[in-house]
């Protein structure tokens, strides 16, 4: 079995460990950023009241949003309330979008504001396995299959700061770029890049101390 120790030194601080299997065109597809005209299309319509593209936009998110909130908080009632608030927002405010390309960084910041509001007004986080929500995206820095790793992972991303945090989750679990990172959250690429190699190391420490806390015990 796999110590905390060595499950530490595992988590990476090179940039790029989203699977090479994973193409860009499936990424995007995933995340719901490909196909921008199609995508410029279904918001044009859904401002003009068509409930067909309403219904298309809301279908073409809702997983990664689901995802994204349920990696927050780890608990798929608060995901599910969460999805529905952020789509209430994105279609209570679609009359503001002028730019398509700027809309699914602007869909998933009002989802990590509403994952972090959300956790700041919760008083306790519930433990749900990563591995419990389907259509997530592989996590290539850790092996899924080993139950035993999973929870140390999160209870270590729990103690990050919102910030890093967000950058974290987005980058090594839900498959965005920098670049994507940086128009979601309002920061620079570099500030990105940054705050993912202090949230990777801070993980590490993380569990090097549970690591050594185990073993004297």
Not at 61 to 83: H, M, Q, S, W
Not at 192 to 200: E, G, M, V, W
Request: aromatic share 6%; proline share 3%.
């Amino acid at each position: 079995m796999e110590s905390l120790e060595t499950l530490a030194l595992a988590v990476p601080v090179r940039d790029n460990i989203i699977p090479e299997a994973m193409t860009n065109s499936v990424r995007k597809r995933a995340l719901g950023l490909e196909g921008e005209p199609e995508l410029a299309g279904m918001i044009s319509a859904a401002q003009q009241g068509d409930q067909s593209a309403i219904e298309k936009l809301y279908h073409r998110f809702k997983t990664p949003v689901f995802n994204l909130a349920f990696r927050y908080t780890r608990d798929g009632a608060a995901a599910e309330d969460i999805l529905q608030d952020v789509f209430i927002k994105v279609f209570t405010h679609i009359d503001d979008i002028t730019n398509a390309a700027t809309f699914p960084a602007w869909v998933y910041r009002v989802a990590v504001n509403a994952s972090l509001s959300h956790l700041r007004v919760r008083n306790r986080q519930k433990s749900v396995p990563l591995a419990a929500i389907e259509g997530r995206l592989e996590e290539a820095s850790y092996d899924a299959d080993s139950s035993h790793l999973r929870k140390p992972i999160e209870d270590a991303v729990g103690t990050l700061s919102e910030r890093l945090r967000s950058v974290f989750i987005l980058h090594d679990v839900q498959g965005f770029k920098h670049e994507e990172i940086a128009g979601i959250l309002g920061c620079s690429t570099g500030t990105s890049k940054s705050y993912l190699f202090k949230a990777r190391m801070r993980i590490r420490k993380h569990l090097k101390i549970k690591a050594i806390e185990d073993s004297s015990c």
